[in-house]
């Protein structure tokens, strides 16, 4: 048996034997991560190419029907890879699966999984128990799909309100977002050490993503800006520290490129003082280093042309962006697919092979901790059994339960009396209980429900609207809407707060306001009408204005200066209920 082959033996001896072993394009082809998706025909044809001729073994799973399809997806992989020359094992990766709410370039959730609320939702919870049953339950339940590699938790703090992915945050608070990161990391771990029973967490989007200028995310080419008009830049690294504490074995970089700081005017993927100095010197960070997507080249992402996303150096080609990165500490090429680039930088003298093996041994033994090697394939009858079993359903519903937070309330009006006659706006009827009776009119209604979204600004980004950036204000019509049912009864109005929405001019018109985080009808349904009770609290301050948002510095957190509502604020109307356990 070849050493690498033999279980009994540590990680370093079996990844320095294998590495011995493999050929410039085996050793190229580990450094690339891309993105693909579960099916048959032409899509798992190109897998198998990849697979099977090029040697790329780490894909980041997109959609997928159902944990099923994407399992057997899964065992045919580890099936084609096992016929390769030294049958290295395909790791998977993923971004979040369980909210309510899907990006085909930051998470697409999966109805066949158990659902919660969105990042932000988890810290509204207060409840360090509620991120580790997040953060358990998806082990397993990514586990029992063949998923290994979780491409989070997001350890950037969200102090800039306009950011289009805060709501993949713990919140505002950098003492807590560093508190919860690392918890999360230690539950998807699920023990002391990566083995066979953990999922390895890539922690990003170092060195911090949240300070985007005016909030329009890197991911678009004419946002690539990262400032610090407050100076912050360490307090966003805070977070980092605590998730290499708790033990993370990956980081991702962002893509935005620091502006009017001691740092390169570059992506942070090429970007020296921070990767080279700070990551690996300062920190002393040894770990796998990922790029986000499509720094080298383009492809096509839900419709849309993405990439090349290589700010600051797109005057140079692919090949040259690539050796920049390696230059700077970078191991793993996010989104791309081409490893020939590397092998050509070899070739002609620009990379040596000896800083190759480096990053290919980092990568191998990840892969060797996780167990790969030994656990290649799946049981389909426990990814049946496992994913969106009702216990891990049950933590979820609890989880959105707890994370509801009430802003406002006419406690004369709250909860909604049983029988009442109820007009819905933004809610399914087929989600009403027996509690309440639906009407199709507001003129005959005793209580008027409403469900909104944030608001935020169509046609922003040149990702479509899958960013949503600008304004924080309701418009005009949605305010003369709220309006008008209020006159008519009694307003309950939740709003998605995926972004810090002003909700001022609610204020006094509405008999309630919730915000929450990504919940089902029958959640919200629950408390309004009393059967659960209110218990989240903010994980970010609620502007008053947009001028005070426009006011305040994008990489200072609580910078405002008069919120509307504080971060930790939620009433707690009927808290004397026994909430269910998660355990």
Not at 278 to 286: A, M, P, S, T, V
Not at 531 to 536: P, S, V
Request: aromatic share 8%.
């Amino acid at each position: 048996m070849n050493d690498y082959r033999d279980p009994s033996l540590p990680v370093e001896r079996r990844a320095e034997d294998l590495l011995s072993r493999m050929t410039v394009a085996e050793k190229a082809a580990l450094m690339f991560h891309p993105s693909t998706t579960p099916g048959d025909g032409g899509l798992l044809a190109a897998a198998e190419l990849y697979v099977g001729n090029i040697g790329i073994t780490h894909f980041n799973v997109l959609a997928g029907e159902d944990s099923l399809s994407v399992a057997e997806w899964h065992n045919t992989l580890q099936e084609i890879a096992e016929g390769t020359r030294l049958a290295i094992p395909v790791t998977l990766s993923t971004d979040p699966r369980h909210g309510f709410r899907s990006n085909p370039f930051t998470g697409q959730a999966l109805g066949s999984l158990s659902r919660w609320p969105e990042t932000t939702g988890i810290a509204a919870t207060g409840e360090l128990t509620t991120v580790r049953s997040y953060a358990d339950t998806m082990r397993q339940e990514l586990l029992a799909m063949g998923i290994r590699v979780f491409l989070g938790p997001m350890a950037d703090i969200f102090s800039e309100p306009r950011w289009s992915r805060g709501s993949g945050t713990f919140g505002e608070n950098p003492e807590r977002v560093s508190e919860l990161t690392a918890a999360f990391i230690e539950a998807l771990r699920g023990g002391p050490h990566l083995g066979p029973q953990s999922v390895a967490a890539v922690v990003k989007h170092f060195p911090g993503a949240g300070p985007q200028l005016k909030g329009d995310d890197a991911h678009d080419p004419r946002y690539p800006e990262q400032v610090y008009p407050g100076g912050m830049q360490d307090l966003h690294l805070a977070p980092f520290r605590r998730a290499f504490a708790a033990g993370a074995s990956q980081v991702m970089t962002y893509y935005g490129k620091p502006m009017g700081t001691s740092w390169e005017e570059v992506g942070f993927a090429f970007n020296a003082p921070v990767v080279q100095n700070i990551l690996r010197k300062e920190l002393g960070f040894d770990g796998v280093v990922l790029t986000d997507w499509n720094l080298l080249e383009a492809e096509q992402i839900g419709g849309l042309s993405f990439g090349p996303n290589g700010w600051g150096l797109e005057h140079l080609d692919p090949k040259e962006r690539a050796a920049i990165a390696i230059d700077v500490g970078v191991d793993q090429f996010g989104g791309d697919r081409n490893p020939a680039l590397i092998e050509e930088l070899i070739d002609s003298g620009r990379i040596t092979e000896e800083r190759i093996d480096q990053s290919v041994l980092r990568l191998l033994r990840e892969r060797f901790r996780l167990g790969a090697f030994e656990h290649r394939r799946v049981d389909l009858e426990r990814t049946l059994e496992v994913c969106g079993s009702p216990v891990f359903v049950e933590r979820g519903v609890v989880a959105q339960k707890d994370s509801l937070v009430l802003l406002t309330a006419d406690e004369a009006l709250l909860p909604i009396r049983h029988g009442s006659r109820v007009y819905l706006d933004g809610l399914s009827a087929q989600n009403v209980g027996n509690e309440l009776i639906v009407v199709d009119n507001d003129v005959d209604a005793e209580a008027i429900v409403v469900r909104l979204d944030a608001p935020f600004e169509p046609g922003r980004g040149s990702l479509g609207d899958f960013f949503h950036g600008g304004t924080l204000e309701f418009s005009q019509e949605t305010v003369e809407r709220i309006d008008a049912y209020a006159k008519k009864a009694p307003v309950y109005l939740a709003v998605y707060l995926e972004r810090p929405a002003v909700l001022t001019q609610f204020i006094g018109v509405a008999s309630a306001i919730i915000g929450e985080f990504g919940c089902s009808d029958e959640v919200l349904l629950d408390a309004l009408t009393g059967r659960t009770a209110f218990r989240g609290s903010l994980p970010f301050d609620l502007p008053s204005s947009m001028a005070d948002i426009e006011a305040s510095r994008e990489d200072v957190p609580f910078d405002m200066a008069v919120p509307l509502f504080r971060a930790g604020f939620g009433l707690k109307l009927n808290a004397g209920l026994t909430p269910t356990s998660l355990s």
